[in-house]
């Protein structure tokens, strides 16, 4: 069984900056998604598993960056600029699948850990 530890999460003024980390039980293609109340669960970004591949949603990309240490098995979500809008449970994601075609949909993610809150004052 896969076992995704999340942290990091809190509250922070807007403009202002949090990591989130992700700790997992092996090496995996990880993602990260978001979930605002009454929205869909959306995606964020997703590095593979070398670690030299990454996407990310355009309404994140230039202020968040994924990355992760392998000899940890950890993920880490660095956001920068951050806005209200921004505010959500942020999940960490995995998969045994590493096929970079396929990351966008939260079907694309067999295991997903517990969610962490972001909260963005203005």
């Known amino acids: 069984q896969v076992q995704l530890v999340e942290s990091g999460g809190g509250l922070v003024q807007a403009g202002g900056s949090l990591r989130l980390s992700c700790a997992a039980s092996g090496r995996y293609k990880m993602g990260w998604f978001r979930q605002a109340p009454g929205k869909e669960r959306e995606f964020v970004a997703v590095?593979?598993?070398?670690?030299?591949?990454?996407y990310y949603a355009d309404s994140v990309k230039g202020r968040f960056t994924i990355s992760r240490d392998n000899a940890k098995n950890t993920v880490y979500l660095q956001m920068n600029s951050l806005k209200p809008e921004d505010t959500a449970v942020y999940y960490c994601?995995?998969?045994?699948?590493?096929?970079?075609?396929?990351?966008?949909?939260?079907?694309?993610?067999?295991?997903w850990g517990q969610g962490t809150q972001v909260t963005v004052s203005s």
């Open positions: 994601a995995a998969d045994h699948q590493n096929y970079s075609g396929r990351y966008m949909y939260t079907d694309d993610y067999e295991y």
């Open positions: 590095i593979l598993r070398s670690g030299s591949t990454t």
